[in-house]
């Protein structure tokens, strides 16, 4: 029996924050919060009651622990975690906006512990011990040695047996496209269970720009038996079991617009632990959603808050 309900491998780190309507540029104050794609998929999975494990490097130092003691309280393990000391810290500091101007991220990850890491220091045994290992095109981004550790784990996961979940992620503020299709192809490949907006297929693959067309564009490329493309408002078309559907999005007002993605994937991955295949999509629109609405990364729910949205989305008042 496997230690890990789901296994995942990424950089966590500090997100510093100002509201909407202020400058970055002329900004007095910040929001702080823990932020990690990956990370942020498993809090999600433990808070629907999932057994996670998060492989990473962290600084020995108290920003390390501030990252840490965040991710224990939403039960992930942190045994795989290398403390490095000296090391720096990840960050990236995001400027809130209204329209017309979009929200803007900007990125600090050159040479933290994580981006510096190598393979050998992962224990590959103790990373396997999963039913599924989930990685992000986002982590690939960072160095030639992180792109190195997720390429050999997808490798050892499949001589393992172990099923790769992937999000393709893609973040032009961190690549080039032409960089980032060449790097993330073979994941893509490889992988078991794929997540990918519609418009990044488009702008790394040169899919079609509607979904149903790039769904079907993207299963050629891939040997997931289960895919989702989502579409920002327009929806989710998945690829689950060899059957083609489309899922709305649940309909919310937005308190945080980061870590939409990854609701997303912690919701469809729990219908796929729950072998609920059919519903996995429908879990990911209302996970999603739980994420955008509530202030930070981080989706704190439960499986019966979960369930109850799902039958009834719309429901404004428990009593």
């Not at 011990?129 to 990685?135: A, F, K």
């Not at 490329?221 to 408002?233: F, P």
């Amino acid at each position: 029996m496997t230690r890990f309900d789901v296994t995942a491998i990424g950089e966590g780190g500090i997100r510093l924050s100002v509201p909407a309507g202020e400058r970055l540029e002329r900004a007095q104050s910040f929001e702080i919060g823990i932020a990690g794609t990956e990370a942020n998929v498993l809090a999600g999975l433990s808070a629907l009651g999932w057994s996670t494990s998060w492989c990473s490097a962290l600084p020995d130092s108290a920003l390390g622990r501030r990252v840490e003691n965040q991710l224990r309280t939403h039960g992930i393990d942190l045994s795989l975690v290398r403390r490095v000391p000296g090391a720096r810290l990840g960050t990236y500091y995001v400027e809130y906006s209204v329209p017309p101007r979009p929200t803007q991220v900007t990125f600090d990850r050159a040479d933290t512990a994580f981006a510096l890491m190598q393979p050998e220091a992962v224990d590959w045994d103790a990373l396997l011990d999963t039913r599924v290992l989930h990685l992000t095109g986002l982590t690939a981004a960072l160095s030639p040695n992180v792109a190195a550790i997720l390429a050999e784990a997808v490798s050892r996961a499949k001589d393992a047996g172990v099923p790769v979940s992937l999000d393709v992620n893609y973040r032009r503020n961190l690549w080039a496209p032409e960089q980032a299709a060449e790097a993330l192809a073979p994941l893509v490949a490889s992988a078991d269970i794929l997540f990918c907006r519609t418009e990044d297929a488009t702008t790394l693959w040169g899919t079609p720009t509607d979904s149903e067309s790039a769904l079907a564009a993207m299963r050629e490329r891939t040997g997931a038996r289960w895919v989702h493309l989502t579409d920002s408002d327009r929806g989710i078309w998945s690829w689950v079991d060899g059957q083609v559907a489309s899922t709305p999005i649940v309909p919310v007002s937005i308190v945080d617009r980061l870590g939409a993605g990854d609701g997303f994937a912690a919701g469809a991955l729990h219908g796929w632990l729950a072998d609920d295949h059919a519903t996995s999509a429908r879990y990911g629109a209302v996970m999603a959603a739980l994420a955008l609405s509530q202030r930070g990364e981080q989706v704190i729910t439960t499986r019966a808050e979960l369930d109850e949205l799902l039958i009834d989305p719309e429901r404004s008042l428990t009593r």
